[in-house]
């Protein structure tokens, strides 16, 4: 079964689960937990190659879904776009790809708005086509589905070499941008099948991934051509004070200078800027009566979340 034979319903549930997912808000493993449904069931149909009773499960995850809308309805996005110099130059990087139709390498630390940058950029510029791979992405012909599919090309081809055809059909000559995120998790013969397809197509390519991504890339035995075709590879590794501040006052207007501090220091661990929105989040959910956030409360909430007193910590 495929994800557009599922009932209406089931793909309407998928489709949310792959934005919660996507953004943030719950890791896969937490999700499967709460629904009593196994972390490859959601994979698969996520994938859309699961064969059992799509419904039932649906269900059990629309459950949770609504659960954490009740639980989360104070958050702020955190995929949510907020102009930033980090972003700015990741916009940049994107565009000039795009207009070129050159090869885009950004790579990096976790949480520095690579992805919600390119999900802004494609939502504001067009044609612009945007995937994301994963760690059950390990065939040529997997790749070729994912793009196949966020290219709205249906499920009729069932190569390789079929779909490899009609993906290249749909990016000839139209001046496309292909966003690759995630693309850490792909082996160098996956992505080198995604450089096919640019060099056939003139389509701007843009693999976004992170630090793993640019080692594989310059080091791999099938690179060369990739590594010729790319300009200077975007590297993403820190968040200046500079952004970190924009960023809280952009989502607590009324911070003052000493939450400031505590943003900064906590946009040095991991997570970067997506930990200072997660802990933006857990303050939200402890000020739904309206009283206001203090620094002391964002540190806690940040020690809260580091130490998985959060649930949707990572």
Not at 31 to 47: H, N, Q, W
Not at 142 to 157: K, N, Q
Not at 223 to 237: C, D, E, F, I, Y
Not at 284 to 312: F, N, P, V
Request: proline residues 4%.
């Amino acid at each position: 079964m495929t994800e557009s034979s599922f009932p209406a319903a089931a793909v309407a549930t998928m489709i949310a689960v792959r934005a919660l997912l996507t953004e943030g808000y719950i890791s896969q493993a937490k999700l499967a937990r709460r629904a009593g449904v196994s972390a490859t069931t959601i994979s698969r149909m996520l994938d859309g190659t699961y064969i059992g009773d799509a419904v039932k499960q649906a269900a059990k995850l629309e459950n949770v879904l609504k659960a954490l809308d009740n639980e989360h309805q104070h958050d702020i996005p955190i995929g949510e776009y907020v102009s930033l110099t980090a972003s700015n130059r990741i916009i940049n990087c994107l565009a000039s790809a795009h207009a070129t139709g050159d090869i885009t390498v950004i790579y990096g630390h976790a949480g520095l708005s690579r992805t919600t940058s390119a999900r802004h950029y494609a939502k504001t510029h067009a044609p612009v086509f945007m995937v994301t791979m994963s760690p059950c992405v390990t065939t040529p012909f997997a790749v070729l589905r994912r793009l196949a599919s966020a290219m709205e090309l249906g499920d009729a081809a069932t190569t390789a070499a079929r779909l490899e055809e009609e993906i290249v059909v749909k990016l000839t000559d139209i001046g496309a941008l292909l966003i690759v995120d995630e693309a850490h998790h792909l082996t160098p013969i996956l992505i080198d099948t995604i450089r096919i397809i640019h060099d056939a197509t003139g389509c701007g390519l843009a693999l976004i991934g992170n630090a793993p991504l640019w080692g594989r890339i310059s080091t791999g035995s099938r690179m060369g051509q990739l590594v010729s075709r790319a300009g200077t590879p975007h590297k993403t590794n820190t968040a200046s004070p500079d952004d970190v501040k924009l960023l809280l006052h952009a989502l607590v207007p009324e911070a003052e200078e000493k939450m400031e501090k505590v943003a900064v220091n906590i946009s040095r661990r991991p997570g970067r800027l997506r930990a200072v929105t997660k802990a933006i989040n857990i303050c939200r959910r402890a000020t739904r009566d309206g009283s206001k956030i203090t620094a002391e409360m964002l540190g806690d909430a940040d020690a809260a979340r580091s130490s998985g007193g959060d649930e949707d910590a990572e």
